[in-house]
C-alpha cells in the first residue's frame, strides 16, 4: 500500500521515538538532546507529547501556526502541542467523547505555560461570535486571576502553581465552548508567612504594592516599599523580565472580564492588604503575677489600620490574638497565650484568610464561567498540577504533592502501560508481556486507609495525650518498619546501614521519581490546620461583607461539635475525586521535562533528563506502542465510520459486524500485517494506516457530500421549476384576465363617449326643435292674443269706460288677498295640539276667513298628531281621558295623577317566583299589580295587601305569605265610593248574594287611587257592559256584616302625611282623619 508522505520523514532527529532504531536509553536521550538543541521541543510517543521547557519564547505559537495544525492528524506536521491539543477537540466534537488532557512533570518543566497553550488553542479552533467569544475571553482570563493568587517563585521556577488546577470546559453539540468549571487542590498556603531562601510569597502581593494607584495604597493603608512588610521581607522582591505593575493591571481587566463587581475587587484588594498587615503585627512577652507568661501587641497602630479596614472593635482582634477560650466539661475558660503561641495564632489567622479568600475566588470564578441550566454537553478537562519536588528540607507540603503525583502516574501507567497490555490479552492479540514499574505499592504506602502514612499521620493527630512528631515517626517506624519503599534512621539502623543523611526527624519515600526525604517537623500542625474559634468569631463579628463570609463557623448560632476534617484527608478524598473523573474521560497525555535546575536556555542536562525519563516510564511507553497497536476500535462504531469507503458495506451492513469489517479493509488492499482481529476491536498497527483510512473517509464524506447537495439541488430546483411554472400559469391567466378586463374597460369607456355624444346630439337637435316650435307657438299665441285683443277692443270700444272700476277692484281684491296667503304662510304656529296661537288679522273684512282657516288648521294638527302616535300611547290616553270624565272636578287627587303614566305594574311579576304565581292563578289578563291597606271591619287597623286585577277579578293576597284572601268577580262589584279629599280610601260595594258579599262591602287604601278606579270602571264596563255608579262625597255608606257603617271623614293636619286614619268610634261610625 503507497505511504502517504509526513513531515515525519524530513526533520532533525526522531519526530515519533516509537520509530526511534535502535531503542536504547541512550538513543532515546540523544535523539531528545538532538531535537532540543535545534529548538524541536516537542516529540512524540505515539500519542503522548514529550515537551522539554525551553526557558525562553520560541517563534512556534503564532496564528498560522494554529491555522495550520487546525483539523490535521496527528503525524501530518511536525510535532507540537497544538497537534495533541486539536487531536483532543476534534475528537470530542466529532466523536462524543469526554476528553482529559494531563500535564505531568517536576516543578518548573513548563506545565502551566503548556496549560495556557492547550487552553488557547482550543479557544481559538472553535467557533465564533459575540456570546461564544465572551465565554472564551472569560475562561482564557481566568488563567491570569488564579496565576496571581495561587502561584510563585521558587528556587526552580519563577511562576510556580503552589496549588492544583483542573479545569473542566464544557462544549456543546457544535463544539462551541458554553462554559467551564475551575476544581483547586491543596494551596500551598504555609508561604504566606515562610518561604525558603531566594523564593517570593504569592504574586499578588507584589502586584497590588507595584501596580495599585496611590488612591487604592492610601485606601487600603499599605505603602509600596515591600521590605517594609515582614511576609514580604526577603532577599528577592521582584522577577527578571517580568512587570509586577503591569501585571495588575492586567489582572483588573481579567477580573472585569470575568465579571467581578468594582466592590468585589475592592473587597478582595482589601483582604489582601489585611493578610499582609498581620504579618507586621509585633506580640510582646510580659509575666503575669502568677508567674505564667502572657503576650500583648506592642504597636497597636497596625492592628488599628486592619480593624478599620474590615469594620471590627480593635478589642475584640487584640483579645483574641493575645488569648484562647477552652472548653473543659462545659466549662469555658480563657487562658493568656505565650508570644509562640501568639505567633502561630497570627500566621494561623494569616494562612486562613489567604486560604479561604483563594477558595472564594475559585467559586467566584465559577459563578461567573459555569453553564446555566440543564444543556447536554461535552467535556474536556484539562489539569495543571504541582509538578514532582525534591527539595533541600522537604515538609508537608511536599509530601502531598508527591502523593499526587504517585496518583497521577499511577493513572498513567494503568491508561498507557497496564491497561494496554491488558487489553491486547483480553482481545486474544498475540503479545509478549513488557515489564515496568508498577507504583501502585507507593501510593498504598501512603493512601492506604488503615496502615498508610496518611491514616497514621491522622491517628496522631486524634489521639489523646501527649503527641509530637517524634511519636508519629515512632509509629511510621513499627508500621513500615518493613517495607521496601520506606526508610527512616530506625529502621535503616535496623538493617546495619549507617545513612548520615537521615537524621532523627525524617523519613524518606522511594517515590517513583527518587528517594525524597521529609521532615516531620510541623507535620502534625499542618494537617491539623486548626485555627482558634476565638480567632473565627472575630472574623465573623467583622462588617466586611466578604470577610464576614469568610468565616462562616465563627457565627455564634452554629455549634461545631464535629472536629473538621484534617488537610491531609481533604486532600487525598480530592485527589480520589479527581482520579475518578479522570478514568472516565479519553486521556491525552503531554510529559513535561525540565532540561536544567538554573532555568537557562539551550542548555541540557543529561544526567537530570535521564532521570526525568527513567521516572516518567517513558521507554516502557515507547516498547509498549511499538509492540502494540496505535488504534483500537469496536467493530461496529469502526464499521459505522467507514462503511462508506466500501461498496459492500455501504449503506448498509447486513452480516456481522466483524465480517463487514473484514470485508472493508480487503477492499481497501492493507496488508494484513496493518491490522488484527480481536475478540470485539479492530487493532491497527501503524497510525499512518489509520491516516490513510481517514483521508480516504474525508474524501468520500466530501464526495457524498457533494452527491447530497446535487441531488438536493436538482430536487430544490425541480421543485423550484414546478413552483415557478405553476406561478406562470397562474400569473399568466391573471395577466390575460386584467388585460381583458382593461381592453374591455377601454371599449366600454370608448362606447359610452359615443354614446353620449351621440345623445347629445341627438338632444340639442331635439331641443332646438322644441325651441324653434316653440318660438313658432308663442309667436303664434301672442299674435293670436293681440288679435283677440285688438278684437275685443274694437267690438267692446264703446263699453271700456264703464267696467274700468270693477276690473281695478277685482285686481287690487286679488293681489291683496295673495299678500294676506303668503304672509299666512310664513307667520304659521308650531304642530303641537297644544299650541293654540295664530297670526294677527291684517284686513278686518277677511275676518271670516281667518277664523275659519285657524279652526281648519288646528283640526288638521290635531288629525296628524293622532296619526303619528302609538295604538299602546292611544290607549294610555282613552284611559287618561276616562279617568278625566270620571274625576275632573270632583276629586282633589285628580289633578296630581294627570301628569304621572298608567303603569298597572307597579309589582314585578318576572322577577320574583311568589309575584309570578299570583299572576298565573288569576284568569284573565293582568291589568294591574300593586300593593294595597285593607281597612279592617272591626277596629279600622289597616293590613298590607298585595291588589291584583285582571279584566275578569278583583282579588286581594296576603303580602307574606302570597295567598289569595279575597278573590271579586267583576259583576259581583256593584259601585264604588270615595271622599272628595286627596286621600287614597276608596269603597268597594259588593253584591250581597256573592261569595264575599257575605261579610259587606270592602274598605281599601291605594296610593294610585286614579288609575285603578279607571282600570276598574272600565274592567266592569267592558265585562257587564254597564256603568256602575262611583260615588264621590263626604261622607261615605258601606255594610259591614249586614250592619250599616256610616264613614266621615275629617280634615286634619296629622303628622302621618296623605296616609288616612281610620277610628271606629262605634259600631256604626268610623272617622276617617284625611289631610
Request: charge should be positive.
Amino acid at each position: 500500500m503507497a505511504k502517504k508522505s509526513s513531515y515525519l520523514d524530513n526533520m532533525v532527529g526522531v519526530g515519533d521515538m516509537v520509530l526511534l532504531d535502535p531503542l536504547t536509553d541512550e538513543s532515546l536521550l540523544s535523539n531528545l538532546k538532538k531535537r532540543f538543541n535545534n529548538n524541536d521541543i516537542y516529540t512524540y510517543i505515539g500519542s503522548v507529547v514529550i515537551s522539554i521547557n525551553p526557558y525562553m519564547m520560541l517563534p512556534i505559537y503564532s496564528l498560522e501556526k494554529i491555522n495550520a495544525y487546525r483539523s490535521c492528524n496527528l503525524y501530518e506536521l511536525s510535532p507540537h502541542i497544538y497537534a495533541i491539543a486539536d487531536e483532543a477537540y476534534r475528537s470530542l466534537r466529532d466523536r462524543d467523547k469526554d476528553q482529559c488532557v494531563l500535564i505531568t512533570g517536576e516543578s518548573g518543566s513548563g506545565k502551566t505555560e503548556a496549560s495556557k497553550l492547550v487552553m488557547s488553542y482550543i479557544a481559538a479552533v472553535c467557533g465564533k461570535g459575540a456570546e461564544v467569544n465572551q465565554v472564551k475571553e472569560q475562561l482564557l482570563q481566568s488563567n491570569p486571576v488564579l496565576e496571581a493568587f495561587g502561584n510563585a517563585k521558587t528556587v526552580r521556577n519563577d511562576n510556580s502553581s503552589r496549588f492544583g488546577k483542573y479545569m473542566d470546559i464544557e462544549f456543546d453539540f457544535k463544539g462551541d465552548p458554553l462554559g467551564g468549571v475551575v476544581s483547586n487542590y491543596l494551596l500551598e498556603k504555609s508561604r504566606v508567612v515562610k518561604r525558603l531562601k531566594g523564593e517570593r510569597n504569592f504574586h499578588i502581593f507584589y502586584q497590588l504594592l507595584a501596580g495599585g494607584s496611590p488612591d487604592l495604597l492610601k485606601h487600603l493603608k499599605v505603602l509600596p516599599d515591600c521590605n517594609h512588610y515582614t511576609y514580604l521581607n526577603t532577599d528577592t522582591t521582584t522577577l527578571n523580565g517580568v512587570n509586577d505593575a503591569t501585571n495588575f493591571t492586567a489582572i483588573k481587566t481579567a477580573m472585569e472580564v470575568i465579571g467581578f463587581s468594582n466592590a468585589e475587587v475592592d473587597s478582595i484588594m482589601e483582604t489582601v492588604a489585611v493578610v499582609l498587615k498581620l504579618g507586621n503585627i509585633t506580640l510582646k512577652s510580659e509575666f503575669q503575677t502568677t508567674g505564667m507568661e502572657r503576650c500583648y501587641i506592642d504597636d497597636t497602630k497596625v492592628l488599628s489600620e486592619i480593624c478599620s479596614l474590615i469594620g471590627l472593635n480593635q478589642s475584640i482582634l487584640n483579645q483574641a490574638l493575645c488569648s484562647r477560650t477552652v472548653e473543659a466539661k462545659g466549662d469555658k475558660v480563657m487562658t493568656t497565650l505565650s508570644v509562640a503561641q501568639g505567633n502561630y495564632a497570627r500566621d494561623a489567622l494569616a494562612k486562613n484568610l489567604y486560604d479561604r479568600l483563594f477558595n472564594w475566588l475559585v467559586n467566584r470564578i465559577n459563578e461567573s464561567i459555569q453553564v446555566k441550566g440543564k444543556i447536554q454537553k461535552k467535556v474536556m478537562g484539562v489539569l495543571d498540577i504541582y509538578g514532582f519536588e525534591i527539595l533541600e528540607d522537604n515538609n508537608f507540603e511536599q509530601f502531598v504533592i508527591n502523593y499526587c503525583n504517585e496518583k497521577l502516574q499511577q493513572i498513567f501507567i494503568e491508561l498507557t502501560l497496564k491497561e494496554e497490555q491488558e487489553e491486547y490479552v483480553r482481545e486474544g492479540i498475540e503479545w509478549t508481556q513488557i515489564k515496568y514499574f508498577d507504583n501502585a505499592i507507593i501510593c498504598d504506602l501512603i493512601e492506604n486507609s488503615k496502615k498508610g502514612i496518611l491514616a497514621m499521620l491522622d491517628e496522631e493527630c486524634l489521639r489523646p495525650g501527649p503527641v509530637t512528631e517524634f511519636t508519629f515517626l515512632k509509629k511510621l517506624n513499627q508500621v513500615f518498619s518493613s517495607h521496601q519503599h520506606f526508610e527512616s534512621k530506625e529502621t535503616m539502623n535496623s538493617k546495619f546501614i549507617t545513612d548520615t543523611t537521615l537524621t532523627d526527624s525524617c523519613f524518606r519515600v522511594q517515590h517513583y521519581a527518587g528517594r525524597v526525604t521529609y521532615n516531620v517537623t510541623e507535620f502534625l500542625d499542618k494537617n491539623n490546620d486548626l485555627l482558634y474559634r476565638d480567632l473565627s468569631k472575630a472574623m465573623w463579628q467583622a462588617k466586611h461583607k466578604l470577610i464576614k463570609s469568610l468565616f462562616s463557623e465563627g457565627n455564634p448560632s452554629k455549634t461545631l461539635l464535629k472536629r473538621p476534617p484534617t488537610a491531609g484527608s481533604q486532600f487525598k478524598t480530592s485527589v480520589g475525586i479527581l482520579m475518578k473523573n479522570l478514568l472516565v474521560k479519553n486521556p491525552n497525555y503531554i510529559r513535561c521535562i525540565k532540561p536544567n535546575d538554573t532555568k537557562s536556555p539551550n542548555k541540557f542536562v543529561d544526567e537530570l533528563v535521564q532521570s526525568q525519563v527513567w521516572y516518567l516510564g517513558l521507554m516502557e511507553n515507547v516498547r509498549v506502542r511499538r509492540a502494540g497497536y496505535a488504534y483500537r476500535h469496536p467493530y461496529k462504531p469502526c464499521l459505522q465510520r467507514y462503511k462508506m469507503l466500501c461498496k459492500q458495506t455501504w449503506p448498509n451492513w447486513k452480516g456481522n459486524d466483524r465480517d463487514g469489517v473484514r470485508a472493508l479493509l480487503t477492499e481497501l488492499n492493507i496488508p494484513l500485517e496493518e491490522y488484527a482481529f480481536g475478540q470485539t476491536k479492530i487493532f491497527i498497527k501503524n497510525p499512518r494506516t489509520l491516516f490513510d483510512l481517514e483521508d480516504r473517509r474525508r474524501i468520500q464524506m466530501e464526495f457524498l457530500a457533494t452527491l447530497i447537495q446535487k441531488t438536493y439541488r436538482g430536487w430544490k430546483c425541480r421543485t423550484h421549476f414546478l413552483l415557478m411554472k405553476k406561478s406562470q400559469i397562474v400569473i399568466s391567466a391573471r395577466f390575460r384576465g386584467y388585460n381583458q378586463q382593461k381592453k374591455y374597460k377601454r371599449l366600454k369607456q370608448a362606447t359610452i363617449v359615443l354614446q353620449a355624444c351621440t345623445r347629445g346630439w341627438k338632444v340639442r337637435k331635439t331641443q332646438r326643435d322644441l325651441r324653434e316650435e316653440k318660438r313658432r307657438a308663442e309667436a303664434a299665441t301672442i299674435i293670436a292674443a293681440y288679435w283677440h285683443g285688438y278684437q275685443v277692443r274694437k267690438r267692446n270700444r264703446k263699453y271700456f269706460k264703464s267696467n274700468a272700476s270693477k276690473t281695478i277692484r277685482n285686481f287690487i281684491m286679488s293681489s291683496i288677498i295673495q299678500k294676506y296667503f303668503l304672509g299666512l304662510k310664513k307667520t304659521l304656529p308650531s304642530m303641537s295640539p297644544t299650541d293654540k296661537k295664530w297670526p294677527a288679522l291684517p284686513y278686518r273684512f277677511l275676518e271670516n276667513t281667518h277664523q275659519q282657516l285657524k279652526m281648519i288648521f288646528y283640526l288638521w294638527k290635531c288629525k296628524k298628531y293622532r296619526e303619528g302616535i302609538s295604538n299602546q300611547r292611544k290607549m294610555e290616553l282613552e284611559e287618561k281621558l276616562y279617568a278625566s270624565e270620571l274625576f275632573k272636578d270632583k276629586k282633589a287627587s285628580y289633578a296630581s295623577s294627570v301628569p304621572q303614566p298608567f303603569k298597572g305594574q307597579y309589582l314585578d311579576a318576572q322577577r320574583k317566583a311568589k309575584y309570578q304565581k299570583l299572576a298565573n292563578g288569576i284568569e284573565g289578563k293582568l291589568l294591574m299589580m300593586d300593593t294595597a291597606m285593607k281597612i279592617n271591619r272591626k277596629d279600622g287597623k289597616h293590613s298590607p295587601r298585595i291588589l291584583m286585577m285582571t279584566n275578569n277579578y278583583f282579588a286581594l293576597a296576603d303580602a307574606k305569605s302570597a295567598q289569595i284572601k279575597t278573590l271579586i268577580k267583576m259583576n259581583e262589584i256593584k259601585s264604588i265610593s270615595m271622599s272628595e279629599c286627596k286621600d287614597g280610601l276608596f269603597a268597594l260595594h259588593i253584591v250581597e248574594n256573592s261569595s264575599v258579599g257575605v261579610k259587606g262591602d270592602l274598605l281599601l287604601n291605594s296610593d294610585h287611587l286614579v288609575e285603578l278606579t279607571t282600570k276598574l270602571h272600565r274592567s266592569i264596563l267592558d265585562t257587564t257592559q254597564q256603568r256602575i255608579n262611583l260615588e264621590i262625597q263626604d261622607e261615605l255608606s258601606l255594610k259591614f256584616n249586614k250592619t250599616t257603617v256610616s264613614v266621615k271623614f275629617v280634615k286634619t293636619t296629622g303628622k302621618n302625611g296623605n296616609i288616612p286614619v281610620c277610628k271606629k268610634k262605634n259600631s256604626h261610625l268610623l272617622e276617617v282623619q284625611v289631610p
